[in-house]
């Protein structure tokens, strides 16, 4: 199918070749110079064995070509599975052909964990997240005109956390997400994304992608700039594996210097101190709904970050 042949969803106000390819979807930054950035080796390391690991590395030729066909075409749509079950999904068309993305295709494309038996596991309640933040010694803002913490998840700000976990944010926000202004703060299904990484929740993260791109399709006035390019890219390469191209026509932004440039304050809790705490606290507890005693849970160092966050006694149904 040729370009010109292409018709434009309802919702397009823009010529295919108006489209533009923004700096978003960023391929992650896991190498680099241990010994001038040592506090941030074991935070990526631990992205690399992570669920995400491949989500977040996986590097298809950039197709600028591709990219725009697919944006100019994309309409919400769904189709029926096996159980003979409407699931919704996306057509488009491009020169490779006609195709329909769901958040199954999507799944598989990217390497994202699949539902055990019993399904994906809950999200984590708003609680959760921010005893999880405590934990981290996240250093929350105070209300206006005063000294009460705002623990508010619209407001999680990269600047505010420690290196390590400032390190893993950076890849949640820029490499899992299509947004392509502010990068310094995370939304709630981001933050809900490093929580699910960090503790092991089998998190849905192919549906959250999936519907962000759907609703951005969905629009009433479709925007010119194309969002999730990466994972737009390694979905057509997935779908088209032997005719997709191998030659570039555009490039992939990666994960900024900046994120390797945060600096580790005295005694901050590092990602491994995080996690054989939670450990701890699994082992420790019988029941989902028995709390640990603060006399088991090991004290933290204090840091010198105006943290007002504390580890507390957190539940089992924490981890779950």
């Known amino acids: 199918m040729t370009q010109s042949a292409l018709i434009a969803s309802k919702n397009v106000k823009f010529a295919i070749s108006d489209s533009e390819l923004p700096k978003n979807n960023h ?3 896991l190498e680099f110079d241990g010994i001038k950035y ?39 749509t769904s189709l029926t599975n096996k159980k003979g079950e409407q699931v919704p999904a996306i057509s488009f068309s491009t020169q490779l052909g006609s195709g329909m993305m769901t958040a199954l295709g999507l799944r598989k494309a990217l390497r994202f964990p699949d539902k055990s038996r019993n399904g994906f596991d809950a999200l984590p309640t708003d609680a959760e997240l921010i005893q999880f933040l405590d934990a981290m010694e996240y250093a929350w803002e105070p209300k206006p005109r005063s000294t009460i913490p705002n623990k508010k998840l ?18 949640i926000i820029q ?17 809900q994304m490093a929580y699910s990484v960090i503790t092991g929740r089998n998190f849905d993260y192919a549906t959250a992608i999936f519907d962000d791109l759907k609703s951005k399709i969905e ?23 032997t005719t997709y191209p191998t030659n570039s026509d555009a490039s992939f932004p990666k994960v900024g210097q900046r994120s390797l440039e945060v600096k580790t304050l005295p005694n ?24 640990v005693p603060s006399s088991a849970i090991p004290a933290a160092t204090p840091s010198k970050r105006p943290s007002t966050g504390s580890l507390g006694c957190f539940s089992t149904n924490f981890l779950r």
Not at 175 to 191: I, R
């Open 27 to 29: 391929l992650a930054r």
């Open 38 to 76: 040592p506090h941030l080796v074991e935070a990526a390391q631990f992205l690399r064995q992570s669920c995400i690991a491949y989500a977040i590395t996986v590097d298809p030729t950039p197709s600028k070509a591709l990219l725009q066909q697919f944006w100019f075409t994309a309409e919400e």
């Open 154 to 171: 619209t407001l999680v700000k990269k600047a505010l956390m420690p290196s390590q976990l400032n390190y893993v944010f950076s890849h």
């Open 175 to 191: 490499c899992m997400s299509g947004k392509s202004g502010s990068l310094d703060q995370a939304s709630k299904v981001q933050v």
């Open 219 to 241: 629009k009433t006035e479709r925007d010119p700039k194309i969002p999730y390019v990466r994972f737009i890219c390694a979905y057509l390469k997935f779908l088209y594996p």
């Open 268 to 291: 901050e809790v590092s990602l491994s101190q995080l996690r054989s705490r939670l450990s701890l606290l699994t082992s420790s507890s019988s029941a989902a709904t028995q709390e």
